[in-house]
């Protein structure tokens, strides 16, 4: 069943010389513009495409990416506002409208913002909304410890920064815990560290236990090597300055440290750490 506002595996039912017609299923054809059908393309080929509604409400395939399929979030810039809402730069040829009633705050042209995709039942148009709060939290959290996650940063608070976590769940990372420059907007993996009594989801960006060593051993290994075998760092080096030569914090470091030294591969003296 071919789905709107999603990508799409369909085969090509008609050639024409303005593109091809794909057969969308339950969608009827759907037109794939000229631009968009590969110069070898035969009838009875598949091709995966993003199917959404041009200007005209038609409903069309392109193989451009948006920044965001229905159901997902991404940060998205405003090139426009109008009588009918903000229209969010998103990827594709057609801008997507973000309703005024989907805005929390009245969205300027310009600027960047979370904007969660979707599709308004009372329209059957592809829509976003800047209202994010009712899209999430819907569900019982249900995380392994450690698991691996897709997440969103999307604002920074006095505690860290709230980020989305698999288009479900709020979580939060503590800034404590940051030792690498994030950015809002920002996708990119995350570890469950914990998921409260009260549902509320605490968030690493590097990996609990064991693997957390792997990943920090294998870090500092790799600035060694790039440093010619030796870091003049160790256990009485202030902690800006490790944070600095190497973006850990200073308990991160001596972890690191320590793995490497057990496995012999770095020596230590009063100097620094030097590869064996």
């Known amino acids: 069943m071919a789905e709107l506002g999603k990508y799409n595996n369909l085969s090509i039912s008609e050639l024409v010389t303005f593109g091809a017609y794909l057969d969308g299923e339950n ?70 409208l973000v309703p005024f009633r989907e805005q929390k705050i009245r969205m300027e042209e310009g600027r960047w913002y979370i904007v969660r ?30 698991q691996e996650v897709d997440i969103l940063i999307c604002n920074q608070t006095q505690l860290g920064y709230n980020v989305i976590i698999e288009n479900l769940h709020w979580g939060i990372i503590y800034k404590n815990e940051i030792f690498s420059p994030i950015r809002i907007g920002e996708k990119t993996k995350g570890y469950i560290k914990k998921v409260r009594d009260d549902d509320k989801i605490d968030i690493s960006l590097t990996k609990p236990g064991h693997h957390k060593i792997d990943d920090l051993a294998n870090q500092l290994l790799s600035i060694l090597q790039k440093a010619n075998g030796f870091l003049p760092l160790g256990d009485k080096s202030d902690p800006e300055i490790i944070y600095r030569e190497v973006g850990m914090s200073k308990k991160n470091f001596k972890i690191a440290v320590g793995s490497l030294f057990r496995n012999q591969i770095i020596t230590i003296d009063k100097d620094g750490i030097a590869l064996k």
């Open 117 to 146: 995709v979707y599709i308004d039942l009372n329209t059957q148009r592809i829509v976003g909304s800047a209202k994010l709060d009712k899209f999430l939290d819907n569900v019982m959290p249900q995380y392994d410890y450690g």
């Open 27 to 96: 969608l009827g054809k759907i037109l794939m513009p000229r631009k968009y059908v590969p110069s070898e393309a035969k009838i009875g080929d598949s091709v995966q495409v993003f199917v959404y509604l041009d200007s005209e409400d038609r409903i069309v395939a392109t193989t451009e990416t948006p920044l965001a399929t229905v159901d997902q979030f991404a940060q998205m810039k405003v090139v426009s506002v109008n009588n009918a809402g903000a229209f969010c730069h998103w990827g594709l040829a057609k801008d997507l």
